[in-house]
């Protein structure tokens, strides 16, 4: 393929195909460079647009953790709360619970203490009863000792009458 210089009509020559190839190269360059020059363009849109979405971004992320540490402190508010109020009636029943034991062991301690009188009063009687039992025994040892011997003395007295020969015991 034959170079065309301006005029159609005539051949072109190593001068201008070295001419149009200059040319080709300056007005090349000169595309590079603006296209050089809009790519740094969009370039430093991009960046300014992305550190502007990076910025909104973090300020939806921080309202948002702003938000989401209101509710949790909101919800550890109420959960305090309700712990208190349930620490609350807990102690209430405890209280309860201590005032019924105590109530009931002060009842099983004053039965403990009429059934010890009880059995000391029954132990005592028994006691005062066995004594009895035992110096009337001693007091009826005594008399029926006192008695054998009586009768030993009578028994001795009447075989000494049934050992006298008769003609004494008509004098």
């Known amino acids: 393929m034959e170079p065309m210089n301006a005029d159609a009509s005539t051949a072109a020559t190593k001068g201008d195909v070295r001419d149009a190839v200059v040319l080709f190269r300056s007005?090349?360059?000169?595309?590079?460079?603006?296209?050089?020059s809009e790519l740094r363009e969009g370039l430093t849109a991009v960046?300014?647009?992305?550190?502007?979405g990076l910025t909104a971004v973090r300020g939806e992320l921080q309202e948002g953790l702003t938000a989401v540490r209101g509710e949790l402190q909101e919800?550890?508010?109420?959960?305090?709360?309700?712990?208190?109020?349930?620490?609350?009636?807990?102690?209430?029943?405890?209280?309860?619970?201590?005032?019924?034991?105590q109530r009931t062991l002060e009842a099983h301690l004053a039965e403990?203490?009429?059934?010890?009188?009880?059995?000391?009063?029954?132990?005592?009687?028994?006691t005062f009863?066995?004594?009895?039992?035992?110096?009337?025994?001693?007091?009826q040892e005594r008399t029926i000792?006192?008695?054998?011997f009586q009768l030993a003395d009578h028994e001795k007295r009447l075989n000494t009458?049934?050992?006298?020969?008769?003609?004494?015991?008509?004098?």
Do not use: C, F
């Not at 007005?27 to 050089?36: C, D, H, K, T, W």
């Not at 508010?77 to 034991?101: C, F, H, M, P, Q």
């Not at 009458?161 to 004098?171: I, S, Y």
């Open 27 to 36: 007005e090349l360059q000169e595309g590079m460079a603006a296209v050089r």
């Open 47 to 52: 960046r300014g647009e992305l550190q502007e």
């Open 75 to 101: 919800g550890l508010t109420a959960v305090r709360g309700e712990l208190a109020s349930a620490v609350d009636r807990l102690a209430k029943r405890i209280l309860e619970s201590e005032s019924n034991i």
């Open 112 to 126: 403990a203490r009429e059934m010890r009188e009880k059995l000391l009063d029954a132990y005592a009687d028994t």
């Open 129 to 139: 009863k066995g004594k009895l039992y035992y110096e009337k025994a001693i007091s």
């Open 145 to 148: 000792i006192d008695h054998e």
């Open 161 to 171: 009458l049934e050992d006298v020969p008769p003609h004494r015991k008509e004098g």
